[in-house]
Nanobody
């Protein structure tokens, strides 16, 4: 059974930083990808970033490009999201996600196979 477990969320002031982690168990994603989506109250779940495990190719939404960095540890089957220069509009529940076979489609929740439970990130002004 595949599990994705997120950690690292919390409360931070605008301009601050947080680092999220997501550990996967139950299978490896050597030909796939892992990433992050987020969902704010009253809004749809939106793409944040994804990284492929083979090659380490990274993809970001325009909203976070230049401020967030996604990375992975293939040995520990873990993905990280370093979030800098946080803004109040980054407040959301952040969900870790994974796909078994990366096809190039990555911007929609339906492109992924597995999801974590989510971790709350709150940025105060």
């Amino acid at each position: 059974q595949v599990q994705l477990v997120e950690s690292g969320g919390g409360l931070v002031q605008a301009g601050g930083s947080l680092k999220l982690a997501c550990a996967a168990s139950g299978r490896t994603f050597n030909n796939g990808a892992m990433g992050w989506f987020r969902q704010a109250p009253g809004r749809e779940r939106e793409f944040v970033a994804t990284i492929t495990f083979s090659g380490g190719n990274t993809f970001y939404s325009d909203a976070v490009k230049g401020r967030f960095t996604i990375s992975r540890d293939n040995v520990r089957n873990t993905v990280f999201l370093q979030m800098n220069s946080l803004k109040t509009e980054d407040t959301a529940v952040y969900y870790c996600t994974a796909v078994r076979q990366f096809s190039g489609n990555l911007y929609w929740p339906t492109d992924y196979d597995y999801w974590g439970q989510g971790t709350q990130v709150t940025v105060s002004s």
